[in-house]
């Protein structure tokens, strides 16, 4: 496809459990973004990968969180014993290089029970 | 740590009614983005604004950056129900560190 494609679209799981989100960003796209909103709130940082680069991992909220990307395309956030308070929609996004357009994908809406 | 506030956090207006919503913060930078949000969607661009005083019009929607490249603010004329959504403004800063900031939001219901 030619946006930015987000996998599941939708996960539940029980508490404890480990997740892992997928993203894969637009073709050739350097930059790649993973942001977690919560209901009716904005956008919370995560992680950020830019080329070959080491990731801004500022915005990981707790150990459990990680991410890695591959082959500087396809990227998976996990999330490892999973608590209710991670519940949220988690959102990625790539851009060509980093300073233009930030294209989203649709997002995993995870609940966590 | 660059912190975007947006304001107002919510806004509710008639149809055909006139709104501007900020974004400020005690940083400058290079450029400011603006972006809606539907229910069940990502983010998509609406603007980008990248030279201090610059105004940008889409249709009804006004885009201004600050002199000082430190703060924006979406001005919409006769809004429609069309233009509901969350309004994120994004920031990239001055300091080497591309990672795009994004803002609070504001979150605008046009009530037809």
């Known amino acids: 496809g030619a946006g930015v494609s987000q996998s599941p679209s939708n996960k539940v799981t029980e508490k404890g459990k480990d997740v892992e989100l997928r993203c894969d960003p637009i073709?050739?796209?350097?930059?790649l973004y993973w942001y977690r909103q919560s209901l009716g709130q904005g956008l919370e940082f995560l992680i950020y990968?830019?080329?070959?680069?080491?990731?801004?991992k500022s915005g990981l909220p707790s150990d459990r969180f990680s991410a890695e990307r591959t082959g500087g395309s396809v990227s998976t956030l996990t999330i490892q014993r999973t608590q209710q308070e991670d519940s949220a929609v988690y959102l990625c996004?790539?851009?060509?290089?980093?300073?233009?357009?930030?294209?989203f994908g649709q997002g995993t809406r995870l609940t966590v029970v | 740590t660059q912190l975007l506030e947006q304001s107002p956090q919510f806004l509710s207006i008639q149809e055909g009614e006139n709104l501007t919503v900020y974004c400020n913060s005690s940083?400058?930078?290079?450029?400011l983005q603006w972006y809606r949000q539907e229910p069940g969607e990502g983010p998509v661009l609406l603007v980008t604004?990248?030279?201090?005083?610059e105004v940008k019009k889409l249709k009804r929607l006004t885009f201004q950056f600050g002199d000082a490249r430190k703060d924006s603010s979406l001005h919409i004329t006769a809004a429609q129900p069309g233009d509901t959504g969350l309004y994120l403004c994004?920031?990239?800063?001055?300091?080497?560190?591309?990672?795009?900031?994004f803002g609070t939001g504001t979150r605008l219901t046009i009530i037809p």
């Open positions: 996004a790539s851009s060509l290089s980093g300073i233009g357009e930030a294209f």
């Open positions: 073709s050739g796209h350097t930059a």
């Open positions: 990968f830019q080329g070959n680069s080491a990731p801004d």
């Open positions: 940083s400058v930078f290079s450029s």
């Open positions: 604004v990248v030279t201090g005083g």
């Open positions: 994004a920031a990239l800063s001055n300091f080497g560190n591309e990672k795009l900031t």
